[in-house]
C-alpha cells in the first residue's frame, strides 16, 4: 500500500470517484447483458412482428414502448433493428424501437432511478424525453420521408436458428453471448469512468462554470461528450449523476437522452447497413428535439 500513500492527493481523489462509478454501475451491466443473451436466444423478430398493429400511428406507437417489455441495450440494438427491418417491420416501427428500447427498459429505468438518489423526477424527463424523440422520427418515417433506409446492396448476416437446440444447449448460448456482451460494453464504462472522474478532478471549476452559465452552450458540450465516451445506457446514468452538480439538470439530460441514440459505436454500425440520407435525419432530428426539449425543461 505504500504506493498509494506516495501519490498526489488529486490522484488518490480521482481513483475514488472511479471505483465509486464503476462499482455502482457494473451489477446493471451484467444483469443487462444477461437479460440481452437470453432475448437473443429466445425472442426473435417474428414473433414481434406477429402482434404488430394494422394502424401506422399505432405501429409507431408500438414500436415506441414495446422496450419495456423488450429490453436491449445500445450496443447491440443496431443488428436488431436490422434483423427486423429484414422481416418487413416498418422503419417507422423499427427506428422508434431503437430510439427508445436503450432507455426505456426496465434496468436503464432502475439504473436511472438509483443513480440520482432515487429520483423519480430525473428518471420521468428521461424517459418522457425518449418517448417524444421516438415518436418525432416514428412521424416523419410513417408520414413524411422515404421509409427505406437499409441501403440498397445491403446483405444481411444469416442468423442462427436456436430452435433445434436442447434446453441446457440455450442456457449456453445465452450465457455466452451474456458473456461477450459484458466485456464488450464494460470497455466503454470503464473508459467512460475515467474521462468523467478525471473531469472532476482536473478540469478547472471555473472554466465548468463558464460553460454551464449558458444553457444551450452546456447542453451542446454535454451532448458531444455523450457522443465521445460511447457509454452503455445501463450505466451511463452513473456517469451523468456524477456530473449533475458541475452542469445542472438540462445538461446532464441531453446527455442521457442523446448517448442511447447516438454515440460512436452505434454510428459505426448504422454505416454499415443504413442509407447516409437516414442517418443524418436520425441524428439531425434526434439532436434537434432533444435541445430543445431540454431547453423547454429549463425554463418550466
Not at 463558464?210 to 465516451?229: H, N, Q, R
Request: aromatic share 14%; proline share 5%.
Amino acid at each position: 500500500m505504500a504506493i498509494f500513500q506516495n501519490l498526489p492527493d488529486s490522484v488518490l481523489q480521482w481513483l475514488a470517484i472511479f471505483l465509486s462509478i464503476i462499482i455502482e454501475a457494473l451489477p446493471f451491466v451484467l444483469l443487462g447483458s444477461i437479460l440481452s443473451g437470453f432475448i437473443e436466444v429466445y425472442l426473435t423478430p417474428e414473433r414481434v412482428n406477429k402482434y404488430l398493429p394494422k394502424q401506422k400511428f399505432l405501429k409507431i406507437l408500438f414500436g415506441t414502448f414495446i422496450g419495456f417489455i423488450f429490453p436491449s441495450c445500445e450496443c447491440g440494438i443496431v443488428p436488431i433493428i436490422t434483423r427486423f427491418l429484414e422481416k418487413k417491420v416498418p422503419s417507422y416501427t423499427a427506428v422508434p424501437f431503437l430510439t427508445t428500447a436503450p432507455i426505456i427498459n426496465p434496468i436503464v429505468l432502475f439504473a436511472t432511478y438509483s443513480a440520482f438518489g432515487n429520483s423519480f423526477y430525473i428518471l420521468s424527463l428521461r424517459l418522457l424525453g425518449a418517448v417524444i424523440v421516438a415518436v418525432s422520427l416514428g412521424i416523419l418515417l410513417g408520414f413524411f420521408v422515404d421509409d427505406k433506409i437499409l441501403k440498397d446492396n445491403f446483405v444481411g448476416h444469416e442468423q442462427e436458428d436456436f430452435s433445434q437446440l436442447g434446453f441446457g444447449q440455450k442456457i449456453f448460448r445465452a450465457l455466452a453471448h451474456a458473456v461477450d456482451e459484458f466485456f464488450d460494453t464494460g470497455r466503454y464504462l470503464i473508459f467512460g469512468s475515467l474521462v468523467a472522474s478525471s473531469m472532476q478532478i482536473y478540469i478547472p471549476t471555473r472554466l465548468l462554470h463558464t460553460v454551464g452559465s449558458t444553457p444551450l452552450l452546456a447542453i451542446l458540450v454535454m451532448m458531444l461528450m455523450a457522443f465521445i465516451l460511447s457509454l452503455c445506457s445501463e450505466a451511463d446514468a452513473f456517469i451523468g449523476a456524477s456530473l449533475l452538480s458541475t452542469f445542472g439538470v438540462e445538461p446532464v439530460l441531453a446527455f442521457l437522452l442523446i448517448g442511447p441514440m447516438v454515440d460512436i459505436k452505434n454510428l459505426m454500425m448504422m454505416v454499415k447497413s443504413f442509407k447516409t440520407r437516414f442517418i443524418g435525419q436520425f441524428i439531425g432530428v434526434s439532436s434537434i428535439v432533444i435541445i430543445l426539449y431540454c431547453l423547454f425543461v429549463g425554463v418550466i
